[in-house]
Nanobody, 120 residues
Framework: QVQLVESGGGLVQPGGSTRLSCAAS????????MSWYRQAPGKERELVAT????????NYADSMKGRFTISRDNAKNTVYLQMNSLKPEDTAVYYC?????????????WGQGTQVTVSS
């Protein structure tokens, strides 16, 4: 079955860095666009970054540009989110998302999320 398993969250100090990973299984990873979303308490889920496949083009929310980097390793079926210069407002649950159009149908999957807390 389809699984997206995030890891790498935790407590980070302001100005610090961390890297999230999302290991995918159960679908043809290399044919899906992969994204990271986040949801802070009391707020709606928002898009953080997307990376396409096979081209590997990336797109970021304005507030993350220059601080976050999304990448993928199709050989390992894994997508990453490198987060630098973290701020308290980056505190949220971060979710991995996979999306593709197959035979005219939109298919998309979510991970269970990983908590990132930015605090001193």
């Amino acid at each position: 079955q389809v699984q997206l398993v995030e890891s790498g969250g935790g407590l980070v100090q302001p100005g610090g860095s961390t890297r999230l990973s999302c290991a995918a299984s159960g679908f043809t990873f290399s044919t899906y666009a992969m994204s990271w979303y986040r949801q802070a308490p009391g707020k709606e889920r928002e898009l953080v970054a997307t990376i396409t496949s096979p081209g590997g083009s990336t797109n970021y929310a304005d507030s993350m540009k220059g601080r976050f980097t999304i990448s993928r390793d199709n050989a390992k079926n894994t997508v990453y989110l490198q987060m630098n210069s973290l701020k308290p407002e980056d505190t949220a649950v971060y979710y991995c998302h996979a999306e593709a159009i197959k035979m005219g149908r939109l298919l998309n999957y979510w991970g269970q999320g990983t908590q990132v807390t930015v605090s001193s």
